[in-house]
Structures are given as C-alpha cells and as structure tokens.
C-alpha cells in the first residue's frame, strides 16, 4: 500500500497484533477517538485497547496521533530514518497533562516490554528517549550498520534481561559492565567488539548467565 498517507479505522476491540508495512507516504495514524460520555464531557478512548504487539516496517514517514496505543507491550521497528525511530519511541511514552491524557496512559506495571531496532540507517547511537522506558526486559538491535555506542545510562534500565544485537558493523562501545540485572547477552557479527585474535573485547561479562559472542 504505498500510496496511503493516512491510516484511520473505527474503533477494533479485539486486536491484539497489527503490522504495517511498506507504506512509505504513510504520515499519520490516528490511535484514539474523540467520545462525549453521557453528561457531554468530551474524551479520549484508544481505537486498539487490546493491541499487544505492533511491527512498523518501511514506514520512515509514521506519526501516531496522539500516541501509540498504551496498551502495546511488543514493539518492532524496521526500515526507517532515526529522526522516525526517535519520534515513534516518543509517541510510546504516556501522554502527560489533561484528563483526557491520563485515562489514555498504561498503568505502571504496563509499559513497553520488547523493542526490536531493525535497519535502521544513520543510527550511531540510540534515541535519548529509550531511557525512559522502565519496564523494557528485552531489547533486539539488528543490522543497524551506522550504530557506534550503546550508551551506558541502558544500565539505568533495570528491568532489562535481555540484549541482543547482530550485524552492527559500525559498534565499538558495549558498556555490559554497566548491565548489572542482564541474564542474557548475544553478540553477532559485530567486528569491532571483538580484537585481532577474534576474542571478544569486553571480559566485564561475568555477572550475565547466558552469553553468546560471535564474530562471522
């Protein structure tokens, strides 16, 4: 559907997993509906109360309006510039301020589990906005070639067991040290992680259960 600038669709109770695909004029995609309740006071209500799991591919042009919906836990993103990937993980974030705002925010236990970064050129570093989500336990970042660094504050993220990243040619900076609650840690065909003997760089990884470097 390359041709669609606008995804807007009544309200789907029941969904639980969306992707949209190869929509590169794709600019906005409407998330809530606009409700009166019985004593006129206007709100929000989320069109996807139900959506768990959300794969945005090719889609370098994607606004949620006014947010993704807060219900997804699982979310992909593949094929887009890092101006896009910023703005989506922004529109991850509960909305703040107003009560229409407030009924749309996950509950505390809630927020974004699984994030998967996929071809995403020009990336050096991640977006300074994935700090913030808290209850992330999974993070997959494959063939993002321009990505340098991960940043050492993806320790503050506490709840994170998993890492995962392969085919980033461009990484040099690991902090693992820094990934103190990581159970699992996979690293593949990432040459620059790794020295002349084809060992990997970084020997701070000691306190993570299951490890797997390899260097193709």
């Not at 993980?89 to 505390?108: N, T, Y």
Request: charged share 25%; glycine share 4%.
């Amino acid at each position: 559907m390359p041709a669609v600038t606008n995804f807007s669709v009544d309200k789907f109770p029941a969904l639980m997993i969306l992707e949209l695909s190869s929509m590169p004029v794709l600019r906005e995609w409407v998330t809530v509906l606009t409700v009166d309740d019985e004593e006129g006071r206007r709100g929000q209500v989320p069109i996807f109360p139900c959506l768990t799991g959300l794969w945005l591919k090719e889609c370098p042009q994607l606004r949620p309006e006014p947010c993704l919906p807060p219900s997804v836990k699982d979310l992909g993103i593949s094929r887009t510039s890092k101006e896009n990937l910023s703005l989506i993980l922004e529109c991850a974030m509960p909305l703040g301020g107003g009560d229409a705002a407030v009924s749309l925010q996950p509950p505390p236990d809630k927020g974004l589990r699984e994030l998967i970064i996929q071809e995403c050129q020009q990336l050096t570093c991640l977006p300074e906005s994935l700090r913030s989500f808290t209850s992330l336990q999974r993070l997959v970042i494959d063939y993002c070639e321009d990505l340098e660094r991960i940043e050492d504050w993806l320790g503050e993220l506490t709840e994170l067991q998993s890492l995962e990243i392969d085919g980033c040619s461009s990484l040099r900076y690991l902090p693992a040290h820094k990934m103190t609650t990581l159970k699992k840690l996979t690293i593949d065909d990432c040459p620059l992680l790794f020295d002349a003997a084809k060992q990997f760089v970084d020997t701070s990884i000691d306190h993570i259960e299951e490890v797997y470097v390899n260097n193709r």
